[in-house]
């Protein structure tokens, strides 16, 4: 019985891939097909080895099967990009409180890590709800106060929110959790009163409606494509389809 059960929650977290701009989602007719409880043959060590190991040309042939229109689609009109000349701009465009936004970030966390050097990426807070509004001024609060992330303000708003259980929608929410981490209050009222800050905000606007997503998280290549892990088929699918789209324009230019 615990089997079936095991069975049945990992096909409806597979269903449930995205926060939609309505902050829920149909549900879907779902069919468990007969499961064999009897042991696996045992693999030997040699076949282990066998099936670790990618030759760079057995990871091309995977990165071919992605389909445009089953797993990315090409937006028109095509996105402006904001980078600097010779780079492929890879976002995300995703949201606080989105549950399947947080389980995509350390997917996040280790592109930011070690992608090319010709990719440049970023992280565009949606506004596709006006109730989102409000962590997008978060997302550039921290943006501004930890331009280069050494204090890891997204992941620590993230576990507030997600594992915290936190709500940090209010300005005084939101202004004590920055004092937690070391700002004073001046620091963040001076940054909410700058042109920097609502600069930002307008770009994040018009970039969630260049990208013509209806949910996140949502991956932006180029401005040319879009994909998602509900396309992609899973966290890292979706990485695997944007470093393939990424080497496509670079390779183009």
Not at 106 to 123: G, T, W
Not at 153 to 161: A, E, N, P, Q
Not at 163 to 168: A, D
Request: hydrophobic share 40%.
């Amino acid at each position: 019985m615990n089997i079936k059960l095991t069975i049945i929650s990992v096909f409806i977290a597979l269903f449930l891939s995205a926060c939609n701009s309505s902050a829920s989602s149909d549900a879907k007719k779902i069919e468990i097909k007969n499961v064999s409880t009897t042991a696996e043959p045992t693999v030997t060590e040699a076949e282990v080895k066998t099936t670790e190991v990618k030759t760079d040309d057995a990871m091309k042939l995977e990165s071919s099967s992605f389909i445009e229109g089953q797993h990315y689609v090409k937006l028109n009109p095509p996105m402006q990009t904001d980078v600097a000349e010779g780079k492929i701009e890879v976002a995300e465009l995703f949201w606080f409180g989105c549950p399947h936004c947080y389980s995509m970030e350390p997917e996040i966390v280790k592109y930011k890590a070690s992608h090319p050097d010709y990719v440049e990426f970023k992280q565009v807070p949606a506004m596709l709800n006006p109730s989102w509004a409000a962590d997008a001024n978060t997302f550039f609060i921290a943006d501004i106060l930890d331009p280069q992330e050494k204090k890891n303000l997204v992941g620590k708003i993230f576990d507030s929110i997600h594992k915290e259980k936190r709500r940090l929608r209010s300005p005084k929410a939101v202004v004590r959790f920055f004092v937690e981490q070391g700002y004073t209050e001046k620091q963040i009222e001076d940054v909410k009163k700058s042109m920097a800050f609502q600069t930002k905000l307008v770009r994040a606007q018009e970039f969630g409606r260049g990208a013509q997503a209806n949910s996140v998280p949502t991956m932006i290549v180029n401005g040319k494509y879009r994909t998602s892990p509900h396309m992609a088929g899973g966290n890292q699918k979706v990485m695997e389809v944007v470093k393939m789209l990424a080497e496509k324009e670079n390779s183009a230019k």
